[in-house]
């Protein structure tokens, strides 16, 4: 019984190892423009990967999240839609979603929101991290891309490609793919295989 349950821990810390490596940061404020670089050359082979489709020699980020778009997975729509979720709240940044250490208090700097230039590139890696861990069975064919008071690490990255700083992202707030195929966002179901959308809060 004992051998059992050691076995078992061993699993469940493997998994969960498995897991933040495929949700967690895998770049930091101190990452150079070299590895930045490395990091989009990364997610271009991960799209290849995905796709079969070669894009080495791609370098617009549009024309790779259309071929992102092209990935055989049941997920692509809710992955999507989450994305664009996000792309939203970034490009036009609300300053009351933002913490500030009184009420009365005036926000002490401005969020400088996505870049129209960046945001193609943003867009793309944000949904190709996503579809990853959706399509993995070490994160429960689920994926949670939120912000207590600091972007997790998927977001994270992806600000860091299209120049966001931590303090660019709404705080408390966050989207929620499940097992499902559901997409809850700040709460709202706002995408389900089903057909049914903003009706229902998440628990």
């Not at 990364?42 to 024309?63: F, N």
């Not at 913490?99 to 944000?126: D, H, I, M, N, W």
């Not at 992806?158 to 303090?167: I, N, V």
């Amino acid at each position: 019984m004992a051998d059992s349950y050691e076995e078992w821990q061993k699993y469940l810390a493997l998994k969960e190892e498995q897991r933040r490596l495929i949700v967690g940061a895998v770049l930091s404020e101190k990452s150079t423009d070299e590895e930045i670089k490395k990091e989009e050359k990364r997610a271009k082979m991960l799209i290849e990967q995905m796709t079969g489709i070669s894009v080495s020699e791609i370098d617009d980020w549009e024309e790779l999240f259309e071929i992102l778009n092209k990935v055989d997975s049941e997920y692509i729509e809710a992955a999507r839609i989450a994305t664009m979720w996000w792309v939203k709240k970034l490009t036009n940044p609300n300053k009351a979603e933002f913490y500030v250490a009184k009420p009365t208090q005036s926000l002490p700097f401005g969020p400088e929101g996505l870049s129209k230039e960046k945001e193609p590139l943003f867009r793309t890696y944000l949904m190709l991290r996503i579809l990853m861990a959706m399509e993995s069975y070490y994160c429960d064919h689920s994926c949670c891309v939120d912000v207590d008071y600091n972007p997790c690490g998927i977001l994270y990255d992806a600000g860091r490609l299209a120049g966001l700083r931590p303090k660019d992202y709404p705080h408390k707030t966050g989207t929620t793919i499940t097992s499902n195929n559901e997409v809850y966002a700040a709460g709202e179901l706002i995408y389900s295989k089903y057909g049914k959308t903003n009706s229902t809060k998440k628990k």
